[in-house]
């Protein structure tokens, strides 16, 4: 009798993993990316936190990280943070890291895209991109940079309009408006 009740209670335990486990895989929505906020040090007035630090993951395994030194929340829409004196990376999944150094960005703590402007230096390999803004889109996996674009590596420097990065293929597409302002230097 004593085994029937444990081989009862055993295969309803087996039968309940089974459907938790179905629903986490299946039925479960995942955010497009998770968040952790490592480090918020110290809170100067209401709504202004110094030395912030996010961290978060999407569902295929990127890792964006992003710091600033100061951070202020928007009133009136509590998902966006602006921050000064930013820097960020995002790790891609064969482990190369796309660096950026900003002055000021347009955090959304919600779906992580981020707006940096003024002086951004953005590194990637062997390449350097420079210009006043640059926008990650986490949700349509693109990185773009405009307005003052330069861009260098090895072989050239080259004065654009835009910039657009596929996070996901790798792929980049490089925008002129105005072919007579296309300049491309080869390097010595």
């Given at each position: 009798m004593r085994k029937k009740i444990f081989i009862q209670i055993f295969l309803s335990l087996i039968v309940f993993l089974l459907f938790l486990s179905v629903y986490q895989i299946y039925l479960k929505k995942p955010s497009e990316l998770e968040e952790t906020p490592i480090k918020i040090e110290i809170e100067d007035k209401k709504n202004n936190i110094?030395?912030?630090?996010?961290?978060?993951?999407?569902?295929?395994?990127?890792?964006?990280?992003?710091?600033?030194?100061?951070?202020?929340?928007?009133?009136?829409?509590?998902?966006?943070?602006?921050?000064?004196?930013?820097?960020?990376?995002?790790?891609?999944?064969?482990?190369?890291?796309?660096?950026?150094?900003?002055?000021?960005a347009e955090y959304n703590n919600i779906n992580y895209d981020t707006k940096f402007q003024n002086n951004i230096n953005l590194k990637f390999l062997e390449n350097d991109i420079f210009c006043n803004n640059l926008n990650i889109f986490f949700k349509d996996n693109l990185l773009e940079a405009y307005n003052d674009l330069t861009y260098k590596n090895s072989d050239i420097i080259m004065e654009a309009d835009k910039v657009e990065f596929n996070l996901l293929t790798k792929n980049s597409k490089i925008f002129n408006f105005n072919e007579n302002k296309v300049k491309i230097k080869k390097r010595n």
């Open positions: 110094v030395n912030i630090t996010y961290e978060s993951v999407d569902n295929s395994g990127r890792k964006y990280i992003i710091n600033a030194e100061e951070g202020t929340f928007d009133e009136k829409r509590q998902d966006l943070i602006y921050m000064i004196n930013v820097n960020a990376k995002i790790i891609l999944l064969d482990g190369s890291v796309i660096y950026i150094e900003s002055l000021n």
